[in-house]
């Protein structure tokens, strides 16, 4: 696919790619401009769970959220993914009831509801190009692009994320689907 650049797409690691941060990735692009643009790889869970990351949120004692590596930048830095019908305040929009924070009151507002406590995704780090960097990347190749989708990001297996895409874009690439990680492992 060719999405324009911009939020709310995602970024699909060409076969290519051969950068051990990206190979491989899912990234949601969360913001996009002249600043450059900002993301997380929504693909690459991580062994941590919720609960050692925040102890200090006790309603998130007896989660089994795992939290996931959301790129190279600040991977001390925990930011969050809430899907929800209305925007909680102090998030970022990024497409269709998605939203991006790092509030913990908004985090137990969440995990309260009854009906949404699994409608969030807790990322260590960030995934972010300076200004120009992304379109070069784009230019060699190394990335893909297509209108983000919640319910992969939700409600997938998120280990076959990056395969399943690929399957699903044709032949051309679906190839490439069960491709591992380390090609001279095939």
């Not at 269709?96 to 913990?104: A, E, F, Q």
Request: glycine share 10%; hydrophobic share 35%; net charge negative.
């Amino acid at each position: 696919m060719n999405t324009p650049l911009g939020k709310g797409i995602f970024l699909v690691a060409t076969p290519s790619l051969r950068d051990p941060n990206f190979r491989q990735t899912v990234v949601l692009l969360c913001e996009y401009g002249t600043e450059g643009a900002l993301g997380v790889v929504v693909n690459r869970p991580t062994e941590m769970n919720i609960t050692e990351v925040l102890p200090q949120v006790p309603i998130l004692e007896g989660q089994s959220h795992m939290v996931f590596s959301g790129g190279p930048v600040q991977q001390n830095h925990l930011l969050v993914l809430y899907k929800t019908p209305e925007g909680p305040e102090n998030t970022h929009h990024v497409f269709d009831g998605v939203y991006l924070g790092g509030n913990m009151e908004i985090l137990e507002e969440i995990v309260k509801n009854p009906f949404s406590p699994d409608n969030f995704r807790a990322f260590m780090g960030y995934s972010g190009w300076a200004p120009g960097q992304l379109e070069a990347e784009m230019e060699t190749g190394s990335w893909l692009t297509l209108p983000a989708d919640s319910s992969f990001m939700f409600d997938r297996e998120h280990t076959r994320l990056w395969g399943d895409i690929l399957r699903s874009l044709g032949n051309q690439y679906e190839m490439y689907g069960d491709m591992p990680v380390d090609p001279n492992m095939n």
